[in-house]
């Protein structure tokens, strides 16, 4: 399937990830991991402005009220306002040099989930998490494990179903979703991917013989799973039974995660990395790293807001 794609601003990141629309504002928000930065700009107008994190930021969210919730390496934090102070939320149980947050979002009930990356990637140490403040406490809780690197996370439009993605085994999860107590049931297998072949290089981006591996993900309205396929320049739309598909091509070898957003939820954002590409890539390919937006027929979901309880 061929969309018109164009970058959304001027510059790019180093590796940008979790993208979301404000629909308040009118901004699109995401991150530069390694950078250590949040984003935020207008992809009218195409300005953009960045905001330094003491640590890699792995997602964010927005807060009901204002300001972020922001998932970095060694805890979940809240900022009040664009550039406040950081106030931590939550740590958790890993090893902060050797784990960090990824990939994340909040459900439709205001929990922020967010899941770890174990960064030497030589056993299956990464876990999903989800943080809960309705109640006025920070209330969290261990709902997934068995990963290297948690991307993914996402829910249908009817909250039935709850999806987590492990990029390394090229394996999106889905379960059951119980979305009063948060329970994850019935685990199975949503889309098993075939790993990369034996000799695969960069310069075989786009070619039939490797079409990557699952990184972020969006819904559309119709319950399509919207999943960027890392190393495979394209998107890959699943349909909910997890068998029908139409490939999207990208003019980047890495897109990290799509959103939806503009005031009527057609515009689809995708962040895209460079990090560790050859020369030769990046000359093939120089819109890597940058934000790239494209109009398409149907909508998407709205973000899903941090609900930070009775104090606001």
């Not at 309205?221 to 039974?241: K, N, P, T, V």
Request: a neutral charge.
């Amino acid at each position: 399937m061929q969309i018109s794609w164009t970058p959304a601003f001027d510059t790019p990141e180093i590796l940008g990830e979790s993208p979301f629309w404000h629909p308040a504002e009118r901004l699109l928000y995401w991150v530069d991991i390694p950078a250590r930065r949040l984003l935020r700009g207008n992809p009218e107008t195409g300005s953009k402005e960045g905001w330094n994190m003491p640590s890699e930021p792995g997602c964010i969210a927005p807060i009901r009220g204002g300001g972020l919730v922001i998932a970095l390496r060694d805890g979940v934090y809240r900022a009040r306002t664009w550039g406040g102070d950081l106030t931590l939320l939550a740590r958790f149980p890993h090893d902060p040099a050797t784990t960090r947050f990824n990939d994340g979002k909040c459900d439709s009930l205001g929990r922020f989930w967010a899941g770890t990356l174990y960064e030497p990637r030589d056993k299956r140490a990464a876990e999903l998490w989800c943080i809960d403040m309705r109640s006025g406490k920070v209330e969290i809780g261990l709902k997934a494990g068995n990963a290297t690197t948690a991307n993914g996370v996402l829910w249908t439009p009817d909250d039935r179903t709850a999806f987590w993605s492990d990029t390394p085994r090229h394996r999106i999860h889905a379960w059951d979703f119980e979305s009063g107590p948060a329970v994850l049931r019935h685990h199975r297998v949503f889309r098993q991917f075939a790993p990369k072949p034996e000799g695969w290089t960069a310069e075989d981006v786009g070619s039939d013989s490797y079409g990557g591996r699952p990184d972020g993900a969006a819904m559309d309205s119709e319950g399509r799973y919207h999943c960027a396929m890392f190393e495979g320049a394209r998107l890959l739309r699943i349909d909910a039974d997890g068998v029908g598909e139409t490939s999207i091509a990208l003019p980047a070898a890495c897109p990290t995660m799509p959103c939806f957003g503009g005031d009527d939820l057609r515009t689809l954002f995708v962040t895209t990395g460079r990090e560790k590409r050859s020369d030769a890539e990046i000359a093939r390919m120089p819109w890597s790293g940058r934000v790239l937006k494209a109009r398409v027929d149907v909508p998407g979901l709205p973000v899903n807001f941090f609900d930070p309880g009775p104090a606001g």
